[in-house]
Each structure stands twice: as structure tokens, then as C-alpha cells.
């Protein structure tokens, strides 16, 4: 075909033909392999997202939030191995762009360290999940429910719903205190009673309380024990295991309970109180 385009024009132009018409042949040959390397590469990349986004959720059931990064991560190398290949379909030399992309990369990790930092973080966080949406945690000296956790950072809401966003990073190398972690939870209480009061009524009356509660399990068994002899008061320790959902209301209601109780009873609570002898000379 070339031969017979070539030999239809004017001599002088033979020449350049025969030059320029297999440079436009290879190159368009070039450009339709390129497209369909595109068509190809483009389509994998979704197909590879979606197939990756499956594997996470199936077997592991992961977040949404992980599988979508985790996703996203496959199409983009698909997406720059296709690049990569058109490059070299049209004589670029690859490896040269490969050395100068890497260089470029590591320099804006170094610029992004903080959050590149925040982003493994929050890719740990996500994998491990030591904490859930909805928990009540404590991380970094800083008590809340957790509202999101995201790739970057985590959000709480304290008591008085007053917003506090923490980086992934702090989050991940500091302690942390889950409140909601395990289905239960064990309430600490101390009730004082004076020195002349019944230490046995006393108790018989906490244990009544407690047996009275249908929030407070039977099992691990409630515990009321002297544990302490103070300054001013014989200190009843109660120990008592409830829902985690029910810890604050049993604490209130027992204390409240407890009080009313002993008033009843006439078990005293007594004041701190001080005895000062004033002598005359």
C-alpha cells in the first residue's frame, strides 16, 4: 500500500514519501495499540478496584472507608503500569520516568510526613478497629463517643457534646481506654457509716439494694466488704457488675437507694469531724 501511494505522486516528492509514509504507518499503528492499551488498562483498573473491594469485604468484612482506600490504591497502579506502557509503545524510555516519578514521590512524602503519618495511622486504626463508632473511649488524657474515624483523624463528642478531633497519629501511639469494648461493665461504690452504726445491717441493707435492682447481675456476685477503717468512717467497698449501657444509672440510683435506706434504718453517715480539747492553765 505505501509502494502505491508513493509511486502516484510527482517524482520530486517520491523521495519524502518514501520516508514520511511508513513513519505515519508505524506511528499510527502505534496510536491504535496505545488506545486500546488505554481501553484495556482503564477497564482493568476498575475491575481490579471492585475485585479488591470484594476480597476486603467477603472474607474480612472490613470498613467501607478501608476497602474503598484499599481499592482505590489497586486502580491507581493499574492506571500508572497502563500510562507506563503507552509511554513505551511510543519509544519513551520508561525507566528514566520511573527514577524521576520515585524521586518526586519521595519528596512529597517528606513535605506530606505528618500526614502520610495520620494516613498509616488511620489504615492501623481501621484494620485492628480497637475502637467502633459509638464507643465511649479515652484517648490522650481526652474522654468522649466516638463519632467518625477517618483516614486522618478522629472525631469525639464529650459528655456536654462538645467536639474534639484528635490527628490518627496521636490516637495510635498513645494508651487507650475503651469503655464500651465488653458487654459489661463493674461498678466500684464506697458507702461510709459511722463507728457506732451495725456494720452487718448496714451490709444486709447494700445487698438488699442490690438484689432489688434487676439492671445489677448475679453473675460475678455482688461483693460488700469493710474496706477501709477512715478517719471518721467505717467504708463499705460495693462492688456490683452491670450492662455497660446501665453503669452510670445503676451508680446513681444505688447511691441514691443506699442513702434512703440508711436513713430508714438509722444507720448514720457520718461528717468528717475533728475533737479539740482547750485546756486552762
Not at 21 to 44: E, H, K, M, Q, S
Not at 55 to 74: C, H, Q, W, Y
Not at 148 to 162: K, Q, R, S, V, Y
Not at 247 to 254: E, G, I, N, R, S
Request: aromatic residues 8%.
Amino acid at each position: 500500500m505505501p509502494e502505491e501511494i508513493t509511486n502516484k505522486l510527482p517524482e520530486g516528492l517520491r523521495g519524502q514519501a518514501d520516508l514520511l509514509v511508513p513513519l505515519i504507518v508505524d506511528n499510527g499503528i502505534n496510536l491504535v495499540a496505545a488506545i486500546l492499551i488505554l481501553i484495556v488498562g482503564f477497564g482493568l483498573a476498575g475491575r481490579a478496584r471492585r475485585l479488591t473491594i470484594r476480597a476486603l469485604n467477603k472474607p474480612l468484612r472490613a470498613d467501607e472507608m478501608l476497602t474503598s482506600f484499599f481499592g482505590s490504591i489497586v486502580r491507581y497502579l493499574v492506571i500508572i503500569v497502563t500510562v507506563l506502557a503507552v509511554l513505551g509503545r511510543f519509544g519513551v524510555e520508561t525507566t528514566s520516568l520511573i527514577a524521576v516519578l520515585g524521586a518526586a514521590g519521595l519528596a512529597v512524602g517528606l513535605a506530606l510526613q505528618g500526614t502520610l503519618s495520620n494516613v498509616a495511622a488511620g489504615v492501623m486504626l481501621l484494620v485492628f478497629r480497637p475502637f467502633r463508632v459509638g464507643h465511649f473511649v479515652e484517648l490522650g488524657g481526652m474522654s468522649g463517643t466516638v463519632k467518625e474515624l477517618n483516614l486522618f483523624t478522629t472525631e469525639l463528642a464529650t459528655g456536654d457534646n462538645i467536639q474534639i478531633i484528635i490527628p490518627n497519629s496521636s490516637v495510635w501511639g498513645q494508651p487507650l481506654k475503651n469503655y464500651s469494648a465488653h458487654a459489661t461493665r463493674r461498678v466500684d461504690m464506697v458507702f461510709g457509716i459511722s463507728y457506732g452504726s451495725d456494720i452487718d445491717k448496714a451490709m444486709g441493707i447494700v445487698h438488699a439494694a442490690i438484689a432489688a435492682d434487676t439492671r445489677c447481675l448475679k453473675e460475678p456476685a455482688p461483693l460488700v466488704v469493710v474496706g477501709a477503717l477512715g478517719a471518721s468512717s467505717v467504708d463499705l467497698t460495693t462492688r456490683v457488675w452491670c450492662a455497660g449501657a446501665d453503669y452510670w444509672a445503676v451508680k446513681f440510683d444505688l447511691q441514691k437507694k443506699v442513702k434512703e435506706a440508711f436513713d430508714a434504718e438509722g444507720i448514720e453517715i457520718p461528717f468528717p469531724t475533728q475533737t479539740v480539747y482547750h485546756h486552762n492553765n
